[in-house]
């Protein structure tokens, strides 16, 4: 029995050991056979999956990083130039009467002031989108911004009106530059926060003016206005200090082929928003035509370029004629008051022996502009909501049609007080109005040539800031209803046009290219 256990044993291991040996075997065989069929599956599995390294874009970054602290400090430096801006232009209602006492000018002569410096912002406005698109944002904002502050500084020092008018174009010209901001500051907010912030940024607008104002009511009856003029510098000087802080656009640097410098940028912006980088490494092809003027008027873009142009025309028309009324309506007493007092039951006409040069404003004038200013930010809510809610074009639509019927509205027999709330509601319209503008204008055109689509917009812009003037300060004089009447039918064309536009931006990733 022994030895039959023995032998099965034996014989088990040998079986074992064979299926052993046979089982290698048939892997080898298997093996052989992949070798051999390996360039043939290669060839029937053309579409096999191959893994490329993974890449993404700015605007991919932007969105991937989101809003945080980089973003506040933007928003505030970045704003602050819209205070520098603001003072300058509203600068110009303040001064007027004081400078036509200073050297008997007439009306034509007093909105020639204004005149010169849009025409310095109408030149330099496409000049400064070109250079933006060529050689960054950020160099023209600092230029403009540090050009625009010596030349008003000068115009402090002026010996008469020649000089005066001159010096006035050069800060034209230097903030023109500094309106490329709205770009820089576009570029870098994420396509959900906007609609939010950039109609939050006039509030630093009206806080401009709002200094202006109180410069001219407090620093002008004692010691001038050349003084208020001087001191009416020092926001653009501190603005100089505080822009080291803001980098270059990085959708500029990646059109412009400075990859390096983006990516530096964006992980500067992530670092600071205690955010992440989206996986893989920034690719974007380079921009050959940046700065061409061509694409804005290409099949794609022209009719927007073209309805674009007037919109800008009657946004600035329709602001600066509302701000240069205001002052003249105040000044001379123009206004159909059933209230009125002895103050301004007072009508400043031209005598037969010459002219009534010497119309100071009044404290209850200023009272009256520091109101209307709070037009610039009291309707932010609403213009939020309209943006959110109807989108870009729509918004246009609405705000010129209730401008228009409030600028004949003032024509109607009120109250001092009936008559502040309604410069107050006009401020309000042409303000929103502005922004959407602003907005769509910087949404609408790809990185390539956005700044100078911008440049062009505001150029035209300041055609209507050029004409405002001769209307509000001139004609006013002899017609209320007819200085008012242009603005109105502009708005009701403008409506027109803004409801033709070809495209809603809302909603929409910043183009890079066309």
Not at 393 to 399: E, G, T
Request: hydrophobic share 50%.
């Amino acid at each position: 029995m022994g030895s039959v256990g023995r032998l099965r044993r034996s014989s088990m291991k040998t079986q074992l050991v064979s299926a052993i040996q046979l089982e290698e075997v048939e892997m080898e065989v298997n093996n052989h056979h992949q070798e051999v069929n390996s360039p043939y599956q290669e060839v029937n599995n053309p579409h096999q999956e191959v893994k490329e390294p993974q890449t993404y874009s700015v605007e991919e970054a932007v969105e991937t990083i989101g809003f945080g602290r980089f973003h506040v400090l933007l928003f505030i430096i970045m704003g602050s130039a819209s205070i520098a801006e603001a003072m300058e232009i509203m600068l110009l209602a303040v001064v007027s009467p004081e400078i036509r006492c200073e050297w008997h000018l007439d009306d034509w002569e007093v909105a020639l002031v204004s005149t010169m410096v849009f025409a310095g912002f109408m030149v330099c406005g496409v000049l400064s989108g070109y250079v933006a698109d060529r050689y960054g944002r950020w160099k023209v904002v600092f230029g403009g911004s540090l050009w625009a502050a010596y030349f008003s500084l000068l115009t402090s020092f002026s010996p008469s009106y020649g000089w005066f008018i001159f010096l006035r174009l050069m800060v034209g010209c230097g903030v023109a530059g500094c309106s490329q901001g709205f770009v820089l500051k576009t570029e870098f907010i994420p396509a959900s926060y906007r609609s939010y912030l950039l109609p939050l940024a006039s509030i630093f607008w009206m806080v401009g003016s709002m200094l202006i104002i109180l410069l001219g009511m407090t620093v002008v009856p004692t010691l001038g206005w050349r003084w208020m003029i001087r001191l009416s510098v020092i926001p653009s000087v501190i603005l100089l200090l505080l822009f080291q802080l803001i980098p270059e656009s990085a959708r500029y640097n990646v059109s412009a082929g400075n990859v390096q410098a983006a990516v530096e940028t964006l992980q500067r912006i992530a670092r600071m928003n205690r955010a992440s980088m989206p996986p893989g490494r920034l690719m974007e092809p380079v921009v050959k035509d940046r700065g061409s003027w061509r694409l804005l008027v290409s099949p794609a873009f022209r009719s927007t370029s073209l309805l674009l142009w007037y919109s800008w025309f009657v946004a600035s028309f329709s602001y600066y004629g509302s701000v240069l009324s205001s002052s003249e309506l105040l000044e001379k007493n123009l206004l159909c008051v059933t209230d009125a007092d002895a103050e301004h039951q007072q009508k400043h006409s031209h005598p037969e022996d010459g002219l009534c040069y010497c119309i100071p404003f009044g404290f209850s004038d200023y009272q009256t502009l520091l109101i209307s200013c709070l037009g610039e930010v009291a309707l932010i809510p609403l213009n939020i909501c309209l943006l959110n809610v109807f989108g870009r074009k729509l918004s246009m639509v609405l705000l010129e049609l209730m401008a228009a019927l409030f600028f004949m509205l003032v024509n109607v027999c009120s109250t001092m007080f009936g008559f502040t709330i309604l410069l107050f509601l006009i401020r309000s319209l042409v303000s929103m109005n502005f922004n959407v503008v602003y907005i769509y204008t910087a949404e609408v055109y790809p990185t390539a040539v956005r700044s100078l689509g911008m440049g062009f917009c505001t150029s035209f812009s300041r055609i209507g800031g050029m004409i405002a003037p001769f209307i509000a300060q001139v004609l006013m004089s002899h017609s209320v209803i007819l200085a008012l009447l242009p603005f109105s039918v502009a708005c009701v064309l403008c409506a027109v046009g803004a409801f033709l536009l070809p495209i809603e931006t809302k909603g929409r990733a910043l183009l890079q290219s066309s």
